[in-house]
């Protein structure tokens, strides 16, 4: 009979240990914040990419929170957030400065290319799922991807409902912010270079380094924005 108890506990203990990480995935709600791509870097280990920040904030669809988002958001943005609340989800919603309220997570990330990126033909840009398509972000996707990904967890109860008291956690590691693609252009020169070719209709700027041949700056015109990159297949003076 002794033998039997040992043996019921020791069974009991295997059966728990593979049953505790399933309801731990069970009853958390995962909010992805951003997804973390390394960056390029000019000559002198300047950021090309990467360049502007942004602070993103986990919302959750509360009375105190909603509360704090009005005191930051109006509008069509505050309209727009609130009607993704009614959901009964946590949201993520660009905020202008970050929001200090129970359940309420704000981390600032980079917004990895935008319009007023430089040397963009050269850059490249991404798709969807944030892969490079084409340039430097196309030929070295590899070196650049990461999976690291931030996100917030938040507990929820058995009905799916957020459980009152228990502040969310904040996962991932933006240290690949740091690490990357180091290239000959100049940024100095990149942008002198992106001044002159906007004077441009049509046209390209090279500038190599007498002796290396090292590529310091380029640009070409008509260029094209990185969250309209169908647009630009289209366009007149084929941007792409």
Known sequence: MLLLFFCALRVASLAGAGVTPAQSQQNTYR?????????????RLRQLTGTETVCLAAVPPTPRAVTALR???????????LDRLRAGRPVLV??????DCAGVVCVQVQRHLTNASPARHILGYLDGAGKGVSGLEGAYDELLSTDAVVSVRYAIDGRGELIPG?????SGDLAAYGSGLATTLDADVQAVVDTAADKLKRGAV????????KIRAMASRPDFPVDA???ALSAPGSPL
Do not use: H, Q, W, Y
Not at 31 to 43: H, M, S
Not at 71 to 81: D, F, I, K, R, Y
Not at 94 to 99: A, D, F, L, Y
């Open 229 to 231: 990159v169908g647009e």
């Open 206 to 213: 090279v500038v190599l380094e007498v002796g290396t041949g």
């Open 94 to 99: 660009e905020v202008p400065e970050e929001i």
């Open 71 to 81: 005191t930051v958001l109006s509008g069509e943005a505050l309209e727009n957030a």
């Open 166 to 170: 228990i502040e969310p956690e904040l």
């Open 31 to 43: 909010l992805e914040v951003a997804p973390v791509r390394k960056n390029l870097f000019d000559c």
